[in-house]
């Protein structure tokens, strides 16, 4: 039963990519505006669980989210981690028609990393600024949430912002990291599943270059295709460079074991990466934009 309705999405998909080359797409992502949500977060401080940054940020998603989607749902649970600490946590859906059956996620992490212990740092001491680990993602759900606020969506599309998904170390204790994606794909949102999901991570930095990704090439190939194609006919090809590159584990294998056919776009090339210097200076409103302006065509050409 699962592997037919699978089959379905991909004849689906197929088709659309097909019959939408010639549409023209609009660009409607506010590079500038969104990126002062970048400055905003970083100016929080580190968002890390348990810290008063971590509240600030999420109460400023809260409000925001509220005031530009039709529902928000809050989910809040408490995650007991690998050294027996109680985390908070929480994650927000903000949800553009509810109750359409055609619909799309895109999610990004809004936390950020509690230790800078990435291979070029030089300080493991200090949490992760993350300006783009972390705060780009977040501004790129932002600003599609402002242009469907604009402009409403002919579809459903639900905006996923996961809780500590960087908060433990990846290869020792697995179940204090991905938490907020693995958390939703046990409580996903009522209703039917989206036809696929997009993540977002570290896309705005200013040598912006997207290769596709391993595991999102082995578990959804239509909707890498799909995400490339778009951002071709937008006049992004050389921004979304159409070869692998990087494999990852990050919040869309979550997702993937659940059967959302999710892909996770993502600059892997970021020297910063998990160091104290990922910060406002390493990214750029341009390179938002691009992705940004993907994301938005991806919503009206399914719409279409
Ligand atoms: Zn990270």
Known sequence: MASLRNTARVLVLVGL?????????????????SFRYIETQVAFGPRVPGTAAHQREAAWLDTLLRQRADTVIAQRWTHGTAKGDSLALTNYV???????????LFL???????TADGPASTDSTKPVPGANDGASGV?????VADALKRTPPAIGVDLLFVDGEDYGDFTK???????????????????????????????ADKDLQIYQEGNSL????????????????????????GTP?????????????????AIDVVDFDYAYWHTKDDTIDKVSPASLRIVGDVAVALVRREGE
């Open 139 to 143: 501004a790129v759900l932002l600003g």
């Open 94 to 104: 903000a949800r553009f028609k509810p109750g359409a059956a055609k619909r799309l």
């Open 173 to 203: 204790a697995p179940n204090d990291v991905l938490i907020g994606s693995r958390y939703y794909a046990a409580h996903p949102a009522p209703g039917p599943q989206p036809l696929y999901a997009v993540l977002f991570d570290l896309v």
């Open 17 to 33: 990519v097909a019959g939408c080359r010639k549409a023209a797409l609009p660009r409607e992502f506010d590079g500038p505006g």
């Open 245 to 261: 590159k990087h494999t990852l584990i990050d919040d869309h294998l979550e997702l993937q074991k659940v059967g959302i056919r």
């Open 218 to 241: 082995v578990g959804a190939p239509e909707v890498v295709d799909l995400v490339w194609t778009t951002a071709k006919d937008l006049g992004y090809g050389g921004t979304f460079v």
């Open 108 to 114: 990004a992490h809004w936390d950020s990393r509690p």
